[in-house]
């Protein structure tokens, strides 16, 4: 399985920004790449999605207009800017890698990709 870092976390206030890199152990050319978070006592949720051809993306209602997702295959890395951020928005963010959901409607399902790292800390205070 290809090995993800995720870096970039931290604690700001309401409205302030963050933004959030994921590094891979090997190159990412051929892989949907994600980021997911999860916060205390909730279940993992999809955030962002980015294709691995055209570069198409996915966001969650949650973020729409706030969070960009981008990729830079050459560096073997997935990017996501958090803008106007939001308490609601507080969790470990994860990075995921390699989709192998049954169905594109599944692509910010966590139960469809293969490859994980161990997250990163974002709170968001008021």
């Known amino acids: 399985q290809v090995q993800l870092v995720e870096s970039g976390g931290g604690s700001v206030q309401a409205g302030g920004s963050l933004r959030l890199s994921c590094q891979a152990s090997e190159s990412t050319s051929y892989y949907r790449m994600a980021w997911f978070r999860q916060a205390p006592e909730k279940e993992r949720e999809g955030v962002a999605s980015i294709a691995s051809v055209g570069r198409r993306t996915q966001y969650s209602d949650s973020v729409m207009g706030r969070f960009t997702i981008s990729r830079d295959d050459a560096k073997n890395t997935v990017t996501l800017q958090m803008n106007n951020l939001k308490p609601g928005d507080t969790g470990m963010y994860y990075c995921?890698?390699?989709?192998?959901?049954?169905?594109?409607?599944?692509?910010?399902?966590?139960?469809?990709?293969?490859?994980w790292g161990q997250g990163t800390q974002v709170t968001v205070s008021p």
């Open positions: 995921a890698a390699d989709f192998r959901g049954w169905t594109y409607s599944d692509v910010l399902t966590p139960a469809g990709y293969k490859s």
